[in-house]
């Protein structure tokens, strides 16, 4: 039996004029993220890439959720002992390294969440498309879960997009919407839906070089001034957290600086992140957060679309402001509207510094409805 008919999670399909499209579409889950076993039957397809070469390869999404959400957190909170955690860096490191080898162009395809381990495949491929919507995210949020992109965010991102900005990204776990990916350079282009599978097409079999930081962010990556660039980003991230609360973000520092991005260069690193209780509370956190989510998607539920607020001071307008942003029907209750017309204002502000479009924010705006008692 072909080995690619019994595989669970992913299917490759190849088009007449050679372009291979690989669909990721994880078995018994609403969302795509990186396993064990995911992994281990994307190295069969490579295997099987490599004994047939195609002209090209699309990878994407098969959910609705979005492209991948990044590793299965499960699979960190079970980390026991320093080897496992090593061998877990060690598995997607060596992956994507892997596919960033191959002698075909690659593309990343990019639909809604691209984040974490998601997004370091996405690096590993030689070109990134994004679809051109709201909810489109890229980032590397593993600080904010008090570990590192280990996987080859840390070598990769800085290459592409420049040192200041991978920085950024990596040291907050702020992400970029589909304009700002594109403005930074970390994808290629942001695509309209309709024209991302001949926008795909075209671009992997192109020939076009890969994109690589140009000017200073460039420089800011190599010797001497990548030291004065890391040391710059330490002083920034000590003002932030002068108790040395949160070790990842100095750990991601030390990695990019010293060890060129490669976390498997310093296994010391390694322990005393997995280790540590930031990384075990913050994991539990998230993992709570998630329990919580997936009980309001319980079926019979129905889903929550008008959420009605009392009371327009800062805390009740800012809840306002946010379900707003989130796509709900909002009516804000106050007893005047001189009381409900900062939160409006301050909503405005939100929207427009989170949304970017301005389409997408005066529809926002649209649904915070004010509601003078």
Request: aromatic residues 4%; contains cysteine.
């Given at each position: 039996?072909?080995?690619?008919?019994?595989?669970?999670?992913?299917?490759?399909?190849r088009?007449?004029?050679?372009?291979?499209?690989?669909?990721?579409?994880?078995?018994?889950?609403?969302?795509?993220?990186?396993?064990?076993?995911t992994?281990?039957e994307?190295?069969?397809?490579?295997?099987?890439?490599d004994?047939?070469?195609?002209?090209g390869?699309?990878?994407r999404?098969?959910?609705?959720?979005?492209?991948?959400?990044?590793?299965?957190?499960?699979?960190?909170?079970?980390l026991n002992?320093?080897?496992?955690?090593?061998?877990l860096?060690?598995?997607g490191w060596?992956?994507?390294?892997?596919l960033?080898?191959?002698?075909?162009?690659?593309?990343?395809?990019?639909?809604?969440?691209?984040?974490?381990?998601?997004?370091?495949?996405a690096l590993?491929?030689?070109?990134?498309?994004?679809?051109?919507?709201p909810?489109?995210?890229?980032?590397?949020?593993e600080?904010?879960?008090?570990?590192?992109?280990?996987?080859?965010g840390m070598?990769?991102?800085?290459?592409?997009v420049?040192?200041?900005?991978?920085?950024?990204?990596?040291?907050?776990?702020?992400?970029?919407?589909?304009?700002?990916?594109?403005?930074?350079?970390?994808?290629?282009?942001?695509?309209?839906?309709?024209?991302?599978?001949?926008?795909?097409r075209?671009?992997?079999?192109?020939?076009?070089?890969?994109r690589?930081?140009?000017?200073?962010?460039?420089?800011l990556?190599?010797?001497?001034?990548?030291?004065?660039?890391?040391?710059?980003?330490?002083?920034?991230?000590?003002a932030?957290?002068?108790?040395?609360?949160?070790?990842?973000a100095?750990?991601?520092?030390?990695?990019?600086?010293?060890?060129?991005?490669?976390?498997?260069?310093?296994?010391?690193?390694?322990?005393?992140?997995?280790?540590?209780?930031t990384?075990?509370?913050?994991?539990?956190?998230?993992?709570?957060?998630?329990?919580?989510?997936?009980?309001?998607?319980?079926?019979?539920?129905?889903?929550?679309?008008?959420?009605?607020?009392?009371?327009?001071?800062?805390?009740?307008?800012?809840i306002?402001?946010w379900?707003?942003?989130k796509?709900?029907?909002?009516?804000?209750?106050?007893?005047?509207?001189?009381?409900i017309a900062?939160?409006?204002?301050?909503?405005?502000d939100?929207?427009?510094r989170?949304?970017?479009?301005?389409?997408?924010?005066?529809?926002?705006?649209?649904?915070?409805?004010?509601?003078?008692?």
């Open positions: 039996m072909n080995t690619l008919e019994t595989l669970s999670h992913w299917r490759l399909e088009d007449a004029d050679g372009l291979a499209w690989l669909t990721f579409d994880r078995a018994a889950s609403a969302v795509n993220a990186l396993s064990a076993d992994m281990a994307l190295a069969t397809v490579l295997d099987a890439l004994a047939q070469p195609p002209k390869l699309v990878i999404s098969g959910k609705p959720t979005g492209f991948i959400v990044g590793a299965d957190v499960n699979e960190f909170a079970e002992t320093p080897e496992q955690g090593r061998a860096v060690a598995r060596n992956l994507f390294n892997r960033a080898a191959v002698r075909y162009p690659t593309l990343a395809l990019i639909q809604g969440h691209c984040l974490g381990g998601g997004l370091e495949l590993a491929c030689r070109y990134r498309l994004v679809e051109d919507a909810d489109a995210s890229l980032a590397l949020p600080v904010m879960l008090g570990i590192f992109p280990g996987w080859g070598l990769r991102l800085p290459a592409v420049g040192a200041p900005a991978a920085l950024d990204m990596m040291l907050t776990g702020r992400g970029a919407d589909a304009r700002r990916a594109a403005a930074l350079g970390l994808v290629d282009a942001r695509v309209p839906t309709r024209l991302l599978q001949a926008a795909a075209g671009l992997v079999l192109s020939g076009k070089p890969p690589r930081a140009r000017g200073l962010g460039a420089w990556n190599r010797w001497p001034l990548k030291a004065v660039t890391a040391n710059r980003a330490r002083k920034q991230v000590a932030k957290d002068p108790l040395g609360h949160y070790p990842a100095p750990a991601i520092i030390d990695i990019w600086e010293k060890h060129g991005g490669n976390a498997l260069l310093a296994p010391a690193l390694i322990d005393a992140i997995i280790a540590s209780d990384a075990r509370n913050l994991l539990r956190v998230f993992r709570l957060q998630e329990r919580l989510k997936a009980n309001g998607r319980q079926p019979g539920i129905a889903p929550v679309r008008h959420v009605h607020v009392v009371g327009a001071g800062v805390m009740g307008g800012d306002a402001a379900c707003a942003l796509g709900l029907t909002v009516t804000l209750q106050d007893q005047d509207m001189a009381r900062p939160a409006i204002k301050r909503a405005a939100l929207f427009s989170r949304l970017k479009d301005r389409r997408a924010a005066r529809a926002a705006v649209d649904r915070l409805v004010p509601d003078p008692a």
